[in-house]
């Protein structure tokens, strides 16, 4: 309704009604005929009464009144104005919801690399249990996991990009979850590979949704921060897992420690399911489409190809996965075998150096990558960069230093900067497409960097593993003598010396051997920072058109 239409204040009558009212008044007053200074003091009082009315619409415009509270299952309203304020700047929903949304999906991810890195710490329990080499371990803790993981990584996020992404990951975390409480029951390494295929296969339906739903929860300038508070799943799930699984295994066999972290995300999946709340496409993006079709996935490949900066994206987070994966899943084995830790003990540091670390190094690049970008978008991936050519040779120099206790804190202050890349990687590649190809893009490049990283670093280091050790065991076949990397029942002491040698010297020589990907990774994060700026200023003009 115009103002002009609107009721002056207090009168209930239309501007134009006031003025004739008012001549009526003068008009029969007891009989006195009205003077034009009369009429005229009254067509002066209106037309103030009419200003301030105006003045009245004006102030409640500039400042509407107080938003209503929210409750579940709200929704925006017509015309893109939501009673929260503007998402663009504020984000999507209440702050109280998205903080219990962004703290869930934490949940899930630490729930996810729980059941991912529960293998690490086991490891050396599980190869003198099942007699399995070095090589066979990293086969479960790569291949067998990632190229599932990969390969449905682009179906998942497609179906993403058209149907509920809360739905998808509350299924997938089910479905990874009792896979993992399954390895439990496997008597070999047949049976173990499979129920590995089925932990990748539940953990491709997390991370595609998850990115594009934190996406359109948070604003633009937010989401590298909200990003790392959502990967921060990555150390604290990698320090629960090491820690609780390493100490069930020595308390009550590694056996019981797949069932006690798998049960959990069945009640997360729930909490999912029940609580999470589907935001519209793009819903805090500066230059939001009206239409809200789904582009094809060759148009994403296209865009991406368009972006000069994703090729070196998609090889520095490939090299960089490569090195911490598969260094990450040998970690326990190196501590039992190089230093003479238990088990228990052994997962104990393995978690701190993926928890403490993991956690300090995402926040600081989550937080410190959005700070630096203000300035200069560039710095967003040149931080990381500089990141892993600090930390690596201090890595390297405390795995080969002979005392745990020092090589272990040398170890543990570099590794912060091995995990300072995630948030600022993919908060770029967020930024560098539009809203409806997020899930497919984040796909894409898990399927690119899980491949390498994931599915071939952990095959590498247990192939060098057993490589370094043949080389190192001079009494014999390293594989006969010494299956999962211990003498047989009854051998000698030489022959179990020898093979506690060779174990000791192949699992430090061969984390040394695989770290060198870092500063090869820095590399391309730099050259992937020297074009940034303009491929996210290419994707805001593709928006804007």
Known sequence: MDRGDQFVAGTGLHPPARIDAGRRRLAGGRGKSPGRDALQSAAVRCAQSVRRAGRHHRRADAAPSRAPRQFRGWRPIAGGRRLTGDPVTRGWGTARYRGW???????????????????????????????????QLGLLGGIAFALFYTLLGIPI??????????????????????????CGTATGFAQLLLFRVGVGIGEAGLTPPGYSLISDYFPRHRRASALSIFLLGIPLGSFLGATVGGWVARTYGWRVAFFVVGLPGLILSLLAWATLREPPRGATDPVRRQDDATPPL????????????????????????????GNNLFLPTFFVQAHQRDIATAGLLFGLLTGVAGILGTFIGGFG???AGRHDRRWTLWLPAIGLLAGAPFFMLGVSLPGWKSGFAVMLVSSIFFYSWS??????????VGARMRASAAAILSVIFNLIGTGLGPVFVGWLNDLYASQAFALGDYATLCAGGHSAAGASAATAHA???AAAYSSRWAIITTALAYPWAALHFYLAGRSLREDIAAQDAAEAA
């Open 101 to 135: 949304a962004l703290t869930l999906l934490l949940l899930i991810y630490a729930s996810n690399f729980v059941d991912r890195v529960i293998l690490a710490a086991l490891g050396p329990a599980i190869r003198a249990d099942l007699k399995i080499s070095a090589t």
């Open 157 to 182: 996020s497609r179906l993403a990009e058209r149907r509920s992404r809360v739905g998808i990951i509350a299924l997938a975390t089910a479905l990874w979850s009792g896979m993992t409480a399954l």
């Open 298 to 325: 060759r148009a994403v490949f296209a865009t991406l190809a368009a972006r000069r900066s994703f090729k070196h994206i998609a090889l520095a987070a490939s090299l960089t996965s490569f090195a911490n994966f």
């Open 369 to 371: 990558t959005d700070h």
């Open 423 to 432: 948030p600022s990687l993919n908060g770029a590649l967020q930024n560098m």
């Open 499 to 501: 093979c506690a040698s």
